[in-house]
Every structure is written in structure tokens, then in C-alpha cells.
């Protein structure tokens, strides 16, 4: 058994789909935190069979809107003197600003680089999204 000590004061990412941690872990840039840091990789979880952790033991800001995109079935706990003193259980956003590109190139957003790139949730069982200014669908997992 894997035994990872408490942290103090940070937060707790958990119930990524087994495989998608890295993806946070990554464009969290974890890998050059100067604190400590615990990545799991396929834990046993009873609800989903395998899943992925990432363990911060420090308080960063985070955009929920983009783990809710990677995966909206994530847990995060944010631990205050090794309490979790607050769950947040994410979703897929309603709307995202600047997080997913239009690659129509008939997009305003093509051609006027001030325009923010904003999409609303066309299909929540699809994770697709639908541009606010020409109607491109793209997918959740599309973020930059």
C-alpha cells in the first residue's frame, strides 16, 4: 500500500480519470514546483475503478473552468492545517473565455486578435462547444 503523508496547507485534486492527471499536472507546471508535490497514477477507487491524484502541499490558484474542461467529474479539496475545509466538485463550465480557439479562419477571432475567444456548452453529454461569433463547435478537450 502507498502511503503519501498529510499536507498541511494546499490542495488535493482527485477523481481525474486514470490517464488525464498528467495533463494537469502538466499544464499546472508542477514539475518545476519548489514544493512538494505528489503525482498517483492509476490509485484503486471503488466508484471508477482506477483513478489519477495530484497532491499540492501548497496554495495555488487554479482555473476551475479548465479542470472542469480536462475532466468535470474532479474533486478538489483545499486543506487548511491538514482539514479539508472545502470540496469543490466541478463541472463543465457554461461559458469559457480564451481557454478553447476558433479555428474557423471566417472567425473574427481569426482576424482581430482583441476579440476574446468565447464559447458556450452546446452538448454536455458530447463536451462540445459552440463559438459566439460563428457557430464552430469544438470539443472540450480542445483547450490550449
Not at 496547507?9 to 495533463?23: E, Q, S, T
Not at 502541499?57 to 482539514?83: Q, Y
Request: proline content about 4%; aromatic content about 6%; hydrophobic content about 40%.
Amino acid at each position: 500500500m502507498l502511503n503519501i503523508a498529510k499536507i498541511k496547507n494546499g490542495i488535493v485534486i482527485d477523481h481525474i480519470k486514470a490517464g488525464l492527471g498528467i495533463r494537469i499536472f502538466n499544464w499546472l507546471g508542477l514539475s518545476k514546483a519548489p514544493y512538494t508535490v505528489a503525482f498517483v497514477v492509476n490509485a484503486s477507487s471503488e466508484h471508477m475503478g482506477q483513478k489519477d491524484i495530484i497532491k499540492i502541499d501548497n496554495t495555488i490558484t487554479i482555473n476551475f473552468d479548465i479542470l472542469g474542461l480536462i475532466d468535470p467529474n474532479i474533486t478538489v479539496n483545499i486543506i487548511e492545517n491538514e482539514i479539508i475545509t472545502r470540496k469543490i466538485k466541478l463541472q463543465l463550465p457554461e461559458r469559457v473565455e480564451n481557454i478553447l480557439i476558433c479555428k474557423n479562419p471566417r472567425c473574427i477571432t481569426s482576424t482581430e486578435a482583441y476579440i476574446p475567444h468565447i464559447f458556450h456548452l452546446e452538448n454536455p453529454v458530447e463536451r462540445t462547444y459552440r463559438c459566439e461569433y460563428c457557430d464552430e463547435i469544438r470539443s472540450a478537450g480542445d483547450f490550449r
